[in-house]
């Protein structure tokens, strides 16, 4: 997959897409959210698969980028909120 070949990297997808789903949706608590975020975690994995060092695992690198999205999300979400 860090040489660019699609087919490893669909075989990552298709490994860890359930358990980004899981942690996505227990930290968005929104079905609709949590697809948009597993899907913006895989993309942005692809687009910086090279970056992956391969210092922990490749689930944990995920699991990173799961958290850090559903964060970026989350503080997005309630600055844009109207206030009352």
Request: without cysteine; hydrophobic residues 35%.
């Amino acid at each position: 997959a860090r040489r660019g070949e699609l087919d490893a990297f669909e075989e990552l997808v298709r490994r860890y897409e359930k358990r980004v789903y899981v942690i996505a949706l227990r930290s968005s608590g929104n079905p609709e959210d949590a697809a948009d975020i597993t899907q913006e975690v895989f993309l942005r994995a692809w687009r910086s698969i090279e970056n992956f060092r391969g210092d922990s695992g490749f689930s944990t690198w995920l699991f990173r980028i799961t958290m850090k999205i559903s964060i970026m999300r989350a503080t997005g979400r309630r600055s844009r909120r109207p206030q009352r």
